[in-house]
């Protein structure tokens, strides 16, 4: 597609729920990114995928958190047994190349999935 | 570890005059790029401009330009003749051989 797509757009879940967070990057791009921003502030790194190598996930914040990113393209976020405090807006990016990359033009970022935990 | 600073929570600046966001970072690397991205009520985060550390001249887009000064470790972003469409969070952000490292942001609003 055009841009990253992520789905759904808003999300309100139960505390102890779990939830899907889906992320389609830009087709061709190799790393894809999650980050989290909690209202009012900056973003959070969660987990970064770079072609077939395995994921950093040195961001995610307990092993609550998990990610996977199947055929090198679409990735999904799982948050299991919700708390209050993950509600954020978790936002996935993607771009050409990785980190450390001769050239770094940015990442592409999506409009981010809202999560709210009752 | 990198870590981007930004000093202002908040800003206003009145519709055509030029406003200043600063940003400060820390790191022990040479080769890095430096962002800043504007996020609107939309959420989309928006790709203003980018610097190459390597590269002396500042960065400038359209109405967008960039201080940088490498040895004071400071990204500056100035936006002239200020549109009430800029209004929007603003975010610095660090790129080296980690996932972008961003700032808590700033919030600027365009008064008319």
């Known amino acids: 597609g055009a841009g990253v797509s992520q789905s759904p757009s808003n999300k309100v879940t139960e505390k102890g729920k779990d939830v899907e967070l889906r992320c389609d990057p830009i087709?061709?791009?190799?790393?894809l990114y999650w980050y989290r921003q909690s209202l009012g502030q900056g973003l959070e790194f969660l987990i970064y995928?770079?072609?077939?190598?395995?994921?950093?996930k040195s961001g995610l914040p307990s092993d609550r958190f998990s990610a996977e990113r199947t055929g090198g393209s679409v990735s999904t976020l799982t948050i299991q047994r919700t708390q209050q405090e993950d509600s954020a807006v978790y936002l996935c990016?993607?771009?050409?190349?990785?980190?450390?990359?001769?050239?770094?033009?940015?990442?592409?970022f999506g409009s981010g999935t809202r999560l709210t935990v009752v | 570890a990198q870590t981007v600073t930004q000093s202002q929570p908040e800003m206003s600046v009145q519709e055509a005059e030029t406003v200043t966001l600063s940003c400060t970072y820390d790191?022990?690397?040479?080769?890095?790029?430096l962002f800043w991205y504007k996020q609107p009520p939309s959420r989309q985060m928006i790709l203003v401009i980018r610097?190459?550390?390597?590269?002396?001249q500042n960065a400038t887009e359209n109405r967008f330009s960039v201080n940088f000064q490498k040895a004071a470790k400071s990204f500056s972003l100035k936006i002239s003749d200020s549109q009430l469409g800029d209004t929007a969070m603003y975010f610095c952000?660090?790129?080296?051989?980690?996932?972008?490292?961003f700032g808590k942001g700033t919030r600027l609003s365009v008064i008319a």
């Open positions: 087709s061709g791009h190799t790393a």
């Open positions: 990016a993607s771009s050409s190349q990785g980190t450390g990359g001769a050239f770094d033009y940015g990442y592409t």
């Open positions: 952000a660090f790129s080296g051989n980690t996932p972008l490292v």
């Open positions: 610097q190459e550390a390597y590269k002396q």
């Open positions: 995928f770079q072609g077939n190598s395995a994921p950093d």
């Open positions: 790191t022990s690397e040479n080769n890095y790029y």
